[in-house]
């Protein structure tokens, strides 16, 4: 113990000047942060702020003299450089102070809830996820889709009791080139992907698609015959962002044919139906290979789950005279696939009361007011009761210390 004690290196990393120091710069991380949502959205400040070891701020033109310091560009340090740093200057600051004695119980207490609470949250940015679950009234679903992660999926829908997917990451739609894999009988090239895009149509059959549409020549790409217009993609939380891949298909050296596909940003390439019937023919792009009826398209990345949940009936209330939302509420049935009862399990969902299911999280997050559909958050955490195991340790840790205390002001006050 007392060469940890004595250790120049152990000494300088918990030092209390340097904790200082990483809680001023997270002051300083969260306050900028907290501006840049405004341009970024939540989910860009986080990722830029948060979840890099440094961001990149630039002066604000709104700002005093903004006009003449929009030049100035400060790195920040970023949460996966001071998060660290901080939990191992508890770490050693911890070992370096230890003492196994009554009067320093309460500091070792606290210290070791603020380090879990630290490790909790590192936990939860590499494994949480985020996805939604979008459920027509009186229909089941038993998918959920990623916020933001998309795929490209190819469907064999050949077999009238089941359909055969066969997706392709996000990861790989960035790299482009050639996609060959043993479960398609042809050969991919994705001539153009991105993660948001506008469209416009080429009404006029004298006009020419140009741009990265125009060697498309199957499905409803041609059909509409629609030109892109790539676009970046928007990070606030209500943004529509609408991801499209370009793919060329081919079975050996015969060429089949080159589709679009767009993505509706509800989750669900059927909305398009709802929201613009000329857009239908996106919902379902079939075309036949080998006697075999296939289905292409692009959407947000989909975890199916080993039950259903069905949405017997639900109730949106407003403010009155405003169209601020009072109460959602959606009133579900889970069903089991292995369970033998039919009416499955009953369960209220409504704003701050959610489901938790089978290590799932459903919180209610929108609802259609005209369409009868609701939507689902579906937050899948492991660690969620990390943050709650660190709180009751620095509670205790507080009742030990400050009880500690007062027992001895006690004890001098009665002698």
Same mark, same amino acid.
């Given at each position: 113990?007392?060469?940890?004690?004595?250790?120049?290196?152990?000494?300088?990393?918990?030092?209390?000047?340097?904790?200082?120091?990483?809680?001023?710069?997270?002051?300083?991380?969260?306050?900028?942060?907290?501006?840049?949502?405004?341009?970024?959205?939540?989910?860009?400040?986080?990722?830029?702020?948060?979840?890099?070891a440094f961001g990149m701020w630039q002066y604000p033109e709104q700002w005093?003299?903004?006009?003449?310091?929009?030049?100035?560009?400060?790195?920040?340090?970023?949460?996966?450089?001071?998060?660290?740093?901080?939990?191992?200057?508890?770490?050693?600051?911890?070992?370096?102070?230890?003492?196994?004695?009554?009067?320093?119980?309460?500091?070792?207490?606290?210290?070791?809830?603020?380090?879990?609470?630290?490790l909790g949250q590192l936990l939860a940015q590499l494994i949480q996820v985020?996805?939604?679950?979008?459920?027509?009234?009186?229909?089941?679903?038993?998918?959920?889709?990623?916020?933001?992660?998309?795929?490209?999926?190819?469907?064999?829908?050949?077999?009238? @009791?089941?359909?055969? #997917?066969?997706? $392709?990451?996000?990861? *790989?739609?960035?790299?482009?080139?050639? %996609?060959?894999?043993?479960? =398609?009988?042809?050969?991919?090239?994705?001539?153009?992907?991105?993660?948001?895009?506008?469209?416009?149509?080429?009404?006029?059959?004298?006009?020419?698609?140009?741009?990265?549409?125009?060697?498309?020549?199957?499905?409803?790409?041609?059909?509409?015959?629609?030109?892109?217009?790539?676009?970046?993609?928007?990070?606030?939380?209500?943004?529509?962002?609408?991801?499209?891949?370009?793919?060329?298909?081919?079975?050996?050296?015969?060429?089949?044919?080159?589709?679009?596909?767009?993505?509706?940003?509800?989750?669900?390439?059927?909305?398009?139906?709802?929201?613009?019937?000329?857009?239908?023919?996106?919902?379902?792009?079939?075309?036949?290979?080998? @006697?075999?009826?296939? #289905?292409?398209? $692009?959407?947000?990345? *989909?975890?199916?789950?080993?039950?259903? %949940?069905?949405?017997?009936? =639900?109730?949106?209330?407003?403010?009155?005279?405003?169209?601020?939302?009072?109460?959602?509420?959606?009133?579900?049935?889970?069903?089991?696939?292995?369970?033998?009862?039919?009416?499955?399990?009953?369960?209220?969902?409504?704003?701050?009361?959610?489901?938790?299911?089978?290590?799932?999280?459903?919180?209610?997050?929108?609802?259609?007011?005209?369409?009868?559909?609701?939507?689902?958050?579906?937050?899948?955490?492991?660690?969620?009761?990390?943050?709650?195991?660190?709180?009751?340790?620095?509670?205790?840790?507080?009742?030990?210390?400050?009880?500690?205390?007062?027992?001895?002001?006690?004890?001098?006050?009665?002698?």
């Amino acid at each position: 113990m007392s060469s940890l004690k004595n250790n120049p290196l152990l000494k300088a990393i918990s030092s209390l000047r340097l904790t200082l120091f990483l809680l001023g710069c997270s002051m300083v991380l969260i306050f900028i942060a907290t501006l840049e949502q405004v341009h970024l959205g939540i989910r860009g400040a986080q990722k830029e702020y948060f979840e890099s070891a440094f961001g990149m701020w630039q002066y604000p033109e709104q700002w005093y003299g903004g006009e003449y310091l929009t030049w100035l560009i400060l790195p920040i340090p970023g949460g996966y450089l001071v998060g660290p740093l901080l939990f191992l200057n508890l770490v050693a600051a911890h070992a370096q102070r230890f003492r196994l004695t009554w009067k320093k119980a309460g500091i070792q207490c606290i210290h070791l809830g603020i380090i879990l609470l630290l490790l909790g949250q590192l936990l939860a940015q590499l494994i949480q996820v985020e996805s939604k679950m979008v459920i027509d009234k009186g229909e089941k679903a038993n998918f959920i889709s990623r916020f933001h992660e998309v795929e490209l999926a190819f469907v064999n829908v050949s077999d009238p @009791d089941k359909d055969t #997917v066969i997706a $392709i990451s996000e990861d *790989r739609l960035e790299e482009g080139g050639t %996609i060959r894999t043993k479960d =398609l009988p042809f050969t991919a090239r994705i001539q153009g992907y991105g993660r948001n895009c506008d469209f416009k149509f080429k009404r006029n059959p004298g006009e020419q698609v140009k741009g990265v549409a125009a060697e498309v020549d199957r499905g409803a790409g041609a059909e509409l015959r629609i030109e892109l217009e790539e676009e970046e993609e928007d990070m606030n939380p209500d943004a529509a962002n609408f991801a499209w891949a370009v793919v060329e298909l081919k079975d050996g050296k015969d060429r089949i044919g080159t589709w679009l596909t767009i993505a509706h940003p509800n989750g669900r390439n059927d909305f398009w139906e709802r929201g613009n019937d000329f857009m239908a023919p996106m919902v379902s792009q079939q075309f036949r290979h080998e @006697d075999q009826l296939w #289905v292409l398209e $692009i959407r947000q990345k *989909r975890e199916y789950l080993p039950y259903s %949940i069905e949405l017997a009936e =639900l109730a949106n209330e407003y403010y009155q005279g405003t169209d601020l939302p009072r109460n959602f509420e959606s009133d579900v049935r889970i069903h089991e696939e292995d369970s033998a009862s039919a009416s499955g399990r009953r369960a209220l969902v409504y704003m701050n009361h959610p489901l938790r299911h089978a290590g799932k999280t459903f919180y209610q997050y929108q609802m259609g007011q005209v369409d009868n559909y609701t939507v689902f958050q579906v937050i899948e955490n492991p660690s969620w009761l990390t943050p709650y195991a660190a709180c009751v340790l620095v509670s205790l840790g507080l009742l030990l210390q400050f009880g500690y205390h007062l027992i001895r002001f006690m004890r001098k006050v009665r002698s």
